[in-house]
C-alpha cells in the first residue's frame, strides 16, 4: 500500500511539466542561454542560417531536457547496460564499416541515418559504471575498480583509434569520475598517476602525426605561424585584445575580419573575449561554476549510490567541457575539439548536454519525491 502511493506521488509530480525543472539549475541555464544568443549571434554573422540553426539546437536540447527530467533515475538504471553495450557494437561499427572524413573514421551510416557513436558513450559511459557500482554498492574493493577500468577502457581504445582524442578526453573523464566518486583510493590514484607519466614516453610513440604536432604547436606555437599554430595565435591574441570590458558587440576585429578559425564552434570563448573583455568571461566562469556547484550538491543529496555517481559526474562532465575547451583557446591545452557547453554552435554536443542536464533534474526531482 505504502509502495502504491509513492508510486501514486511519483505520477501526480510529473503531471505538472514545469514542476520537473530544478528553478537554481533553471536560472542557471536560462543565463547562459541568453550569454549564448548574443556570443552567437556576432559569431555567426557572416553564417547565413547559423544562429537560427544554433536556436534550433537549444530548443531541441531544451525539449531532450524536459524529457528525461521526466523519468526517474530507476528507469535511467534499467539502459544503463543495454546502452553502454549498444554504444560500444557501434563503435566496432565505426572500426570495421565506419565512413572517413578528413583523415579520421567516426560516422556510421545507419541506412538513412547517419550517427558519431562515441557521442553516446559520454552519458552511456557513466550510466554504465554508475550501474555496475549500485549493484556492488557492499562489495566495491580492488576487483570491481579493475572491472571498471576494464569498461572504461574498451570504448576509450575504439574511440582513439578513429582518432578522436578530444571526445576520448571527455568519455575517460566522465568514467573516471564515476569510479573516483565510487571511493577511488588516493593511493590507488597517486600509483595510477605515476604509472601515467611513467607510460607518456610510450604514449608519444602511439600518438598519430597530427597529434605530435599539436603538442609541440602548444609549446611553440610561433614554429608555424601560419599552419599548424595560426589557431592558437589568433585565438590569444583575441582574448587579448577584449581587455576588461571588450569592444562590444559585432565590434570584434578578430572576429568579423575572419582571424579566428572555428569562431562558431570550438573557437566561440574567443570572441566572447574579444567583445565582452575581462568581464563576460568572468560572468561565463561564475556561471558555468555555480551550475557545477548546484550539480554536486543535487549528488550530495540524493538518495542512491547510482543517483549519487551520475550526478557527480554528470556535473564534472560539464566542467570538463569548460576546462578543455577554453584550456585550448587560451593556450595552455592542445586543440583537440570540444565546444564550449552551450555557447559552441553543435546539435550532437547540444543534445548531449541536454540530456546530462535532464539527469541532474531527474535525481533532483527524485529526492523531492522521497521527501514528500
Not at 556570443?39 to 525539449?63: K, M, W
Not at 527530467?69 to 539502459?79: F, R, S
Request: glycine share 8%.
Amino acid at each position: 500500500m505504502k509502495q502504491s502511493s509513492h508510486s501514486l506521488k511519483s505520477i501526480h509530480f510529473l503531471n505538472h511539466p514545469l514542476k520537473v525543472f530544478d528553478p537554481v539549475l533553471s536560472m542557471i541555464f536560462l543565463t547562459l542561454v541568453i550569454l549564448a544568443l548574443v556570443t552567437q549571434y556576432s559569431a555567426s554573422y557572416d553564417f547565413p542560417g547559423r544562429f537560427e540553426n544554433h536556436v534550433r539546437n537549444l530548443g531541441l536540447a531544451f525539449i531532450v531536457m524536459w524529457m528525461t527530467a521526466c523519468i526517474q533515475p530507476q528507469a535511467l538504471m534499467k539502459i544503463a547496460v543495454p546502452t553502454y553495450l549498444i554504444g560500444v557494437i557501434l563503435l566496432i561499427g565505426v572500426e570495421l564499416f565506419g565512413e572517413i572524413s578528413k583523415g579520421a573514421q567516426r560516422w556510421l551510416h545507419l541506412g538513412i541515418v547517419r550517427i558519431q557513436p562515441s557521442e553516446i558513450m559520454k552519458i552511456g559511459m557513466p550510466l554504465m559504471l554508475a550501474w555496475f557500482f549500485q549493484q556492488r554498492e557492499n562489495v566495491s574493493g580492488l576487483a570491481e575498480f579493475i572491472v571498471a577500468s576494464v569498461l572504461l577502457a574498451i570504448p576509450a581504445i575504439l574511440i582513439l583509434k578513429q582518432p578522436d582524442l578530444g571526445t576520448t578526453l571527455l568519455v575517460l573523464g566522465a568514467g573516471f569520475f564515476v569510479i573516483f566518486f565510487a571511493g577511488l583510493s588516493w593511493k590507488i590514484l597517486t600509483a595510477l598517476s605515476i604509472a601515467f607519466f611513467a607510460s607518456l614516453p610510450v604514449i608519444w610513440s602511439l600518438m598519430h602525426d597530427y597529434q605530435r604536432q599539436r603538442v609541440l604547436t602548444l609549446l611553440d606555437p610561433t614554429q608555424d605561424p601560419l599552419g599548424k599554430g595560426f589557431h592558437i595565435i589568433q585565438s590569444t591574441t583575441a582574448v587579448g585584445s577584449g581587455v576588461v570590458t571588450g569592444k562590444g558587440l559585432l565590434k570584434g576585429t578578430q572576429t568579423h575580419l575572419e582571424f579566428i578559425p572555428e569562431r562558431t564552434t570550438d573557437f566561440i570563448f574567443a570572441v566572447l573575449a574579444e567583445e565582452f573583455g575581462l568581464i563576460g568571461c568572468i560572468v561565463l566562469l561564475i556561471l558555468f561554476s555555480c551550475l557545477i556547484i548546484r550539480g554536486l550538491v543535487i549528488a550530495a543529496n540524493a538518495t542512491t549510490l547510482f543517483s549519487r555517481l551520475m550526478a557527480g559526474a554528470v556535473s564534472l562532465i560539464f566542467f570538463t567541457y569548460t576546462f578543455v575547451n577554453i584550456g585550448m583557446v587560451i593556450g595552455i591545452l592542445p586543440v583537440v575539439g570540444v565546444p564550449l557547453p552551450i555557447i559552441s554552435y553543435g546539435g550532437t554536443a547540444m543534445v548531449t548536454l541536454g540530456l546530462a542536464a535532464g539527469i541532474l533534474m531527474s535525481i533532483q526531482n527524485t529526492k523531492k519525491l522521497v521527501q514528500t
